[in-house]
């Protein structure tokens, strides 16, 4: 097996946020989307769009 050692250029991470400012917004708010989802499914016992087996009352 052939392992392949990638190595990330500090200063090339650096130009590209500074290029884009919106560069993480999306990727962070995709995360935190999902472990909102992830959350809501464990309180509810169901997950999105169905109905749980827990009662309200």
Known sequence: MTVT??????????ELLR?????L?????GAV???LEAEMTEALG???GE???R???
Request: no cysteine; glycine share 4%.
């Open 55 to 57: 009662s309200l009352i």
């Open 46 to 48: 169901a997950e999105k």
């Open 19 to 23: 290029s884009d400012k919106e560069f």
């Open 33 to 35: 989307q999902d472990i």
């Open 5 to 14: 050692k990638v190595r990330t250029d500090v200063s090339a991470v650096k």
């Open 25 to 29: 917004k999306p990727l962070i708010q």
């Open 51 to 53: 109905r749980g087996s």
